[in-house]
């Protein structure tokens, strides 16, 4: 077995089965239904029910999650900012304010007739304060 094994590596073998295997799936997923998308479909799901089975998995899964984030954020902290600026700019403001009044949805109006209250109610004792400050 090792001799093979030697053999397969020392003969460039490998990447010619890499390159076989790398066509392949390149026409497979240019095909209408590939097998490769289920396969992956299927792998993905099994490992989603076993790390939803595994709550050991998923602490060390969590930790290791919020280690990237914190490494990538102290390494990235100066350009973060400017990063959120120029996506938020390029948003469309009707665009946006029309997903979330439809991901919303009535609680926006709630959420509006409140502020106008709360915001009226606080002009009102505002005016009122400077009325007695003023006397």
């Known amino acids: 077995m090792r001799d093979c094994i030697r053999h397969f590596r020392n003969g460039d073998y490998y990447r010619l089965l890499l390159e076989h295997v790398r066509r392949h799936v390149i026409d497979d997923l240019g ?4 097998a490769a998308r ?3 479909t299927a792998l993905l799901v099994s490992l989603g029910k076993a790390i939803a089975g595994a709550p050991a ?3 060390k899964l969590n ?3 919020l280690d990237i984030a914190h490494s990538l954020v102290v390494r990235y902290r100066g350009q973060l900012p400017v990063l959120i600026t120029e996506v ?3 948003w469309n403001a009707q665009e946006v304010s029309r997903k979330i009044e439809a991901e919303i949805g009535r609680d926006l109006q709630y959420v509006r007739i409140n502020g106008t209250l709360v915001g009226g109610m606080a002009g009102v004792l505002l005016h009122a304060a400077a009325f007695v400050v003023a006397r």
């Not at 095909?31 to 590939?34: E, L, N």
Request: no cysteine; hydrophobic share 50%.
């Open 31 to 34: 095909s209408r239904q590939p």
């Open 38 to 40: 289920g396969v992956a």
């Open 57 to 59: 998995i998923q602490l």
């Open 63 to 65: 930790a290791w999650w």
């Open 88 to 90: 938020v700019k390029s």
